[in-house]
């Protein structure tokens, strides 16, 4: 697994750690050696962008509240809407690519196709639109 799917990977589980549990996610990835920097980067900016990221989410999911998906499937949504709407110097394509696989290696048995599907709409607006 190349670097970034392992921070995307890590940052996914600590996001959904600190949910389940009811703590902060950068104490989760103080707590995790294989946590590198560019985890600890889009933990903040979902942890700082969360009403944002969730908004964009609940719009592109169609008839699935973020309440009803998995806690595991909606943090490694988190992470790459968090990438689409803020890391643009990032391909989207990959962001997405990066999730689904994520998605294979710690998501519900439906997670791939289903975060394929919105985030590839949200993709769509972020390469027509300056501003998702």
Excluded: C
Aim: glycine share 4%.
């Amino acid at each position: 697994m190349r670097t970034r799917t392992k921070a995307r990977q890590r940052a996914a589980e600590a996001l959904y750690e600190a949910e389940v549990r009811s703590v902060d996610a950068n104490e989760v990835i103080e707590r995790n050696p294989d946590a590198n920097e560019y985890t600890a980067h889009i933990v903040d900016v979902v942890q700082a962008n969360t009403g944002r990221i969730d908004e964009t989410i609940s719009t592109y999911s169609q008839s699935w509240s973020l309440d009803r998906m998995p806690a595991v499937d909606r943090a490694i949504l988190r992470v790459a809407v968090a990438e689409l709407l803020f890391e643009h110097e990032l391909d989207s394509a990959v962001i997405i690519s990066e999730a689904v696989e994520v998605a294979a290696n710690i998501g519900s048995e439906e997670a791939g196709k289903f975060l394929n599907g919105v985030l590839g709409q949200v993709a769509s607006v972020r390469n027509t639109q300056s501003d998702l």
